[in-house]
């Protein structure tokens, strides 16, 4: 049974938390991404909660958790910061961190910080920053994808967004990805709701103004990020990829290169899933994380 908590963090925020699984199993921390809620788990976490404590935040920004209306309230080390402190105030000694799309871009950086509580790492569709960043400025195709985020970024997207409309923009963000009926009537009319709240589609967009990723426009020439140029840090916990290969805004060859990154690699593909898998392909998400969490 799924109990919901306001738990109020160091950060200064006070984040709504679902909480499944018994007290006392291993917890697990999963963090959703754009432009969802602690319910892009609704199929992942039904089949995991008997053997683990499941923590599930919506995070800054989000559905029913503090909406901070400053961009820099979204810095990746505030939001890396989240969780730690997350974890600290619900007395949680160790876990495992799980992250899809924006959640599991902060995942990454999150198990670099080498922290003792973080045990192990699984990232479904959601790339290391360093084979994004180097993408983007080498592969045509990635950054054609990518584009939206520089519209993301625009001033007043958040406006455009809401004079289009909830539901319009509800198609537009997921008709491209997945069949529409996926998702139920009454899971579309939560999004509805979440994005419909006081502040509009601000605070989550800021996720994407506050990153100091490099997208530059189709077919220009832009110099190399200096962090591409010196050694990058390898992940040391042992890390899960799932990736739902049909996925049309992060590409597969996100998955290049993960080796010399990530000392201890396990990648699972999943050849008819989306971007969103963890509630295309729930089944097959749920299996792959149960299988390394145990």
Known sequence: MTEFRRVGLSTGVTLNVALSGPEDASAVILLHGFPESHRTWREVAPRLEDRFRLVMPDQRGFAGSDRPPDVGAYQTDTLIDDIFALAETLGIESFALVGHDWGGAISWPAALRNDPRLKKLAIVNAPHPLVFQKSLIENEDQRAASQYINWFRTPGAEKAIEAMGFDAFFQRTFAGHTDLTKIPESEKQKYLADWSQPGGMLPMLNWYRATNLVVPPPGLT????????????????????????????????????LDDLVD????????????????EAGEQVADALRDFLA
């Open 222 to 257: 832009v110099p190399v990020p200096e962090f591409l140029l010196r050694p990058f840090p390898k992940i040391q916990v042992p890390t899960l990829v799932v990736w739902g290969m049909k996925d049309p805004a992060l590409l597969s060859l996100q998955l290049e290169g």
């Open 264 to 279: 201890d690699l396990r990648i699972v593909k999943l050849p008819d899933a989306g971007h969103f898998a963890p509630w």
